[in-house]
C-alpha cells in the first residue's frame, strides 16, 4: 500500500514537472516571438526564407527559429553625394558636392522592393547621384552651372526619381551643395565681379549727377521765369498807371501838359521824404503852396524854399487831387 501511494505520489509529481516545464516552454516562445514596430518602420516577415507578410506598427508575433523580421525605416533620409572634381563644357575642373534627400513609401510593395529589388539602396543612390551629376554639369560651362542651380536639381531629382522606381522609394529633392572652381579661375571669376560692380557704381553716380544737374537747370527756369512774370506784371502795372494818368491829363489838364510834367516829378521826388529846394518866384512854387495849403510868394507867405524844405510827400496826392479840382476843364 504505501509503495503504491508513493509510486502514485511520483507520478503526480512527474505530470505536474512536465506541466510547468512545457508552460515554461511556451512562455519562453511565446516571449521571444514578440516584436514591437515603431510608426517610423515597417516590419518583412520571412518564414524559412520566404516572404510572409508585412508588419505594421504596434505589438507583433513571429515564430521563432522559423520567422524573422526586417524592419525598414520609411522616414526621410538624407544622403551626402561625395564631392568629385567635375570637368565642365569649356575645360574647366569644378569641383561639386551635392545632397539627395529621399525615403522608402510605406505601402507593402514599395517596402518589399527597397529590400528584394536593389542591393544597399543607400549606396546606389549616392552612386547614382554622383554619376547623374557629371552627366549634367559636364553639358554647362562653369558660369552657366553657378547661376542654374535650380535647373541642375530639378534635372537630378527628375533622373534619379525615373531610376528608382522599381526600388520603392521616393526622391523628395535634391540640393547642390557647392560648385567650387580652382583657385586661379575663382580669383578671376571675384575680379570680374568686382569691376562690374564697380562699372555699375560708376554709372549710378553719373545718373545721379546727371539728375541733380537737370534739377539744377530746371530750377534756373524757374526762377528765370518767375521773375520774368514778376517783370510783366509790374510793366503791365505801369502801363496800366500810365494809362490812367493820361486819362486823367486829357480829363483836367488839357492845356496845361507842361505842369502836368513838373507835378509827376515833385510826385517822384517827394515820394521818399526828400527835401527839395525849389527857386523863388515861380508858378510850381505857388503851385507846391496850394497843394500844401501854404500861400504863395506875393501874398505875404514865408520864402518857398524854407516852406519846401519843411514839408514831405505824405500830402502830394491829396494836393494833386486838390489842384486838378481847381484847374480848368477841357
Known sequence: MVSGATEAHINDMQTTYWFYGIAAVVALVFLAGIRVVRPTGRGLVERLGKYR???LPGFNWIMPLVERMFLVNITEIMVNAESQEII???KLNARVDAQVY?????????????????????????NLARTTLRNIIGTLTLKSANSERGKINSELQRTMRDETTHWGIEIVRTELKEIDPPPDVQETMNKVVKAENEKVAAIDFATATETMADGARRAEIKRAEGIKQAKILEAEGEAQAIQLVNE?????FVGNAQLLRRLMTVEKSLAANTKIVVPANTELVNII??????????????????????????DLPSALAETARHLPHA
Request: net charge positive; no cysteine.
Open 248 to 252: 486823367a491829363a486829357d480829363r483836367y
Open 289 to 314: 503852396g496850394d497843394m500844401a495849403g501854404l500861400l504863395p510868394i506875393g501874398r505875404g507867405a514865408p520864402p518857398a524854399a524854407s516852406q519846401a524844405r519843411h514839408s514831405g510827400g505824405n
Open 102 to 126: 529621399f525615403k522608402v513609401k510605406s505601402d507593402e510593395e514599395s517596402v518589399k522592393s527597397s529590400q528584394y529589388h536593389v542591393f544597399d539602396y543607400r549606396y546606389q543612390i549616392v
Open 53 to 55: 507578410r508585412l508588419a
Open 88 to 90: 565642365t563644357s569649356d
